[in-house]
């Protein structure tokens, strides 16, 4: 069992940065492919980054491309996603997510275990 907790998230304004943070614990963390997913109101769920255990290998959503970046820290169990030039579009609830398996996944239907999420306001 791995319980994740998200946090960092807020009210900005369009063309600012945000930090949202991702702590794990259970399992050992560094054995999980970890993800950040949205889901923005009236829509549906959407795949935002996603990191191998290693950090070696990361994938990102064509909304996010060049924009945001996730990285993790394995010592302190923690899974980030760093949020630049925001758009009033970026708004959504950002949930975070791991799966047992070492590479970096896109599917959200493969992930095992997800956080509460945490709500991110981008003001035009």
């Known amino acids: 069992q791995v319980q994740l907790v998200e946090s960092g998230g807020g009210l900005v304004q369009a063309g600012g940065s945000l930090r949202v943070s991702c702590a794990a614990s259970g399992r050992t963390f560094s054995n999980y492919g970890m993800g950040w997913f949205r889901r923005a109101p009236g829509k549906e769920r959407e795949f935002v980054a996603c990191i191998s255990w290693s950090g070696g290998s990361t994938y990102y959503g064509d909304s996010v491309k060049g924009r945001f970046t996730i990285s993790r820290d394995n010592v302190k169990n923690t899974v980030y996603l760093e949020m630049n030039s925001l758009k009033p579009e970026d708004t959504a609830v950002y949930y975070c997510?791991?799966?047992?398996?070492?590479?970096?996944?896109?599917?959200?239907?493969?992930?095992?275990?997800w956080g509460q999420g945490t709500e991110v306001t981008v003001s035009s």
């Open positions: 997510a791991a799966h047992r398996g070492p590479y970096a996944n896109r599917y959200a239907y493969q992930y095992d275990y």
